[in-house]
């Protein structure tokens, strides 16, 4: 009975819910695991790093910017000089507060608050068009993504991003330094690992909180499901504090929205979500590892066929929803 009055909370209720649980929960964890889980001699292994990671920027933005083969290289070249026990805290750490911050609350949360718990999040759903589609989303959607940094660079988000953080292209580079030393494989965890910790888990628990309760709250709230994706996105986009990869976010947002709506399972957004996470990570694995010259071939010809991409997406959204009036129209028939 206590379950049921949790699941008839107020809409308005139960997005003040999730909003604080995704914002006070895991600074809270992360507050108490600094704390007891810090690494030891800190101070001279991070001043160690701090400075290595500040020559090489200095090395790669000397043409005004990022030179990627030479980042990526140079921290290939930094990884076995630096601690990499304090690598590794960093990013098991990191892994732990995603996990806890979107997976178990997005669990917790679903259970207590969707109208028939985890089920409701229609992880059933085994139709396998739609299983291909996501598939073949997951190959076009990067190219939706080139073209929203683009967006991005046109209204001047760089500008915005350092006004608001107080950075500038030195010291943000630094810090895309430091995430890179963190997130790349060393002795201690292999790929594998860093897979399941940067693309497997980020994947599940951010379409858990974003499209499995916030969308399906934002569309009860307004009404309209379109607003509900739209709105969902923005805050999805919002989320990541990165004002320079705005439009990124807040496209694969919109994408995933309808393909979670019109698919009626959180198996599908997870799965398109999770293979661009997955190949975002392989181009940073591989970028300096291959030839640069073929790099450089590639970054100068392009993709004369980007446009396929976006027929290809709008077939697959065409499909998810024929597919969700199909089974609208079934719905209504078994009534």
């Known amino acids: 009975m206590q379950l049921n009055k949790v699941r008839n909370w107020n809409v308005n209720v139960k997005i003040l819910v999730t909003f604080i649980s995704i914002g006070f929960v895991p600074s809270i964890f992360l507050g108490v695991s600094q704390l007891l889980f810090s690494p030891n001699q800190v101070g001279e292994e991070v001043e160690l790093l701090n400075e290595k990671a500040t020559v090489l920027a200095e090395k790669i933005t000397q043409s005004g910017t990022v030179d990627y083969i030479e980042l990526n290289k140079g921290v290939r070249a930094i990884i076995p000089e630096v601690s ?12 732990l ?29 085994k139709t396998p068009m739609l299983f291909f589609g996501a598939l073949v989303m997951a190959l076009n959607v990067p190219v939706l993504g080139a073209d929203a940094m683009k967006l991005n660079d046109l209204l001047g ?28 494989p060393n002795d201690n965890r292999g790929y594998i690992i860093c897979w399941i910790g940067l693309a497997l888990i980020p994947a599940v628990g951010e379409e858990l909180i974003f499209r499995g309760l916030l969308q399906r709250f934002f569309n009860n709230k307004l009404g309209s499901f379109h607003n ?14 990165n004002f320079t990869n705005f439009f990124y976010y807040f496209i694969m947002g919109v994408v995933l929205g309808y393909v979670y709506y019109w698919g009626r399972s959180i ?3 997870i799965i398109i979500h999770l293979l661009n996470n997955s190949s975002v990570l392989l181009s940073y694995f591989t970028i300096g590892s291959v030839g640069d010259e073929e790099l450089a071939s590639a970054a100068h010809n392009g993709n004369p ?6 027929i290809s997406i709008a077939l697959i959204l065409f499909i998810f929803y024929m597919n969700f009036q199909r089974s609208q129209e079934k719905d209504q028939t078994l009534l």
């Open 84 to 95: 990499q026990s304090l690598l590794d805290s960093y990013f098991y750490l990191n892994v």
């Open 97 to 125: 507060g995603s996990a806890v911050s979107f997976i178990l609350i997005g669990i917790i949360l679903s259970h207590f608050l969707l109208p028939n718990g985890l089920r409701s999040l229609g992880y059933e759903n």
């Open 157 to 184: 988000l760089n500008a915005l991003q350092e006004f608001v953080f107080g950075s500038d292209f030195l010291t943000d580079t630094i810090e895309i330094i430091k995430q890179f030393l963190f997130m790349f």
């Open 228 to 241: 509900g994706i739209a709105l969902s996105a923005f805050i999805f986009a919002a989320f990541h504090l």
């Open 267 to 269: 198996v599908f957004p």
């Open 305 to 310: 066929f980007n446009f396929m991409a976006y």
